[in-house]
C-alpha cells in the first residue's frame, strides 16, 4: 500500500554541523513531496517541497533531494542551528490531493 | 485572518463526554483538512473540505467523529462519546484551494480523555 516513513527517529547533531533526514515511499506514481518542521506545542510549518520532475532543491540552508529510482527523499540542513531542534516530517501527495505523512524524526541540535 | 487558528489549544474531557474542536482557516482558502497526531507519532489524515462539502472523509475512526464546515469557512469536528484512544493533538490545516498541496497548520488542540 502507500506509505511513507522514516530511517531514524532520532537524531543528534553537533551545533554548526550538516543534518541530514532521510525518507522512503513506496507509491512511484507519488509526484509531489514535502517537507515540514514541528517544533513543541506547535503545528507543522512548511519548510520545501520538491515535484518529481526534479532531483533537487535549495531554499534558505535546507536541500531536498529525490531518488525516484529508489524512491528516497532526504533533507539536508546546512549549519545546524540550536533553532533547528523540532521533528522534521515528509510527506507525499497521494490519491485526492491528500498528503500522506511519514512518521517523523526527531533533530536534536547539541550545542 | 493571518494564520490558522484552533480552539481550544487545549480540552480535558471525561470519557463518554462529546466534544468540539474549532478550526478558523486562512481567509479565502477554500480547502480544509484535520489530521490527528498521536503522541510522538505522525499525522494522520482524519477528512478534506473543499468549501462546504467533504468528498474524502475516509480517515475517520469511526461514526462517533464528524466535521462539518460552514460558510466556506470555519470548520468543527465533532467526537461523541469520547474515548480514551481518541486523546490526541488535534491538527487542523487549509490551503488556497485543492489543487494547491502546501498546507498551512494551526498550532492544534491538546484533547485528553480521562
Known amino acids: 500500500g502507500e506509505s511513507v516513513g522514516l530511517h531514524l527517529p532520532t537524531l543528534s547533531v553537533q551545533e554548526g554541523d550538516n543534518s541530514i533526514i532521510n525518507c522512503a515511499y513506496s507509491?512511484?506514481?507519488?509526484?509531489?513531496f514535502i517537507w515540514y518542521k514541528q517544533e513543541s506545542g506547535k503545528g507543522p510549518q512548511f519548510i520545501i517541497d520538491?515535484?518529481?520532475?526534479?532531483d533537487k532543491r535549495q531554499g534558505q540552508r535546507v536541500t531536498v533531494l529525490l531518488n525516484k529510482t529508489v524512491k528516497h527523499l532526504s533533507l539536508q540542513i546546512a549549519a545546524t542551528q540550536p533553532g533547528d531542534s523540532a521533528v522534521y516530517f515528509c510527506?507525499?501527495?497521494?490519491?485526492?490531493?491528500?498528503?500522506?505523512f511519514g512518521g517523523g524524526t526527531r533533530v536534536l541540535v547539541k550545542p | 485572518g493571518a494564520g490558522v487558528s484552533q480552539s481550544p489549544s487545549n480540552k480535558v474531557t471525561e470519557k463518554g463526554k462529546d466534544v468540539e474542536l474549532r478550526c478558523d482557516p486562512i481567509?479565502?482558502?477554500?480547502?480544509l483538512y484535520w489530521y490527528r497526531q498521536r503522541l510522538g507519532q505522525g499525522l494522520e489524515f482524519l477528512i478534506y473540505?473543499?468549501?462546504?462539502?467533504?468528498?474524502?472523509k475516509s480517515g475517520l475512526p469511526s461514526d462517533r467523529f464528524s466535521a462539518e464546515r460552514t460558510g466556506e469557512s470555519v470548520s468543527t469536528l465533532t467526537i461523541q462519546r469520547t474515548q480514551q484512544e481518541d486523546s490526541a493533538v488535534y491538527l487542523c490545516?487549509?490551503?488556497?484551494?485543492?489543487?494547491?498541496?502546501?498546507?498551512?497548520f494551526g498550532s492544534g488542540t491538546q484533547l485528553s480523555v480521562l
Open positions: 490545516a487549509s490551503s488556497l484551494d485543492r489543487a494547491d498541496e502546501k498546507l498551512f
Open positions: 507509491n512511484s506514481a507519488s509526484d509531489y
Open positions: 520538491i515535484r518529481s520532475n526534479m
Open positions: 510527506a507525499e501527495k497521494t490519491a485526492g490531493n491528500k498528503l500522506t
Open positions: 481567509s479565502g482558502h477554500t480547502a
Open positions: 473540505f473543499q468549501g462546504n462539502s467533504a468528498p474524502d
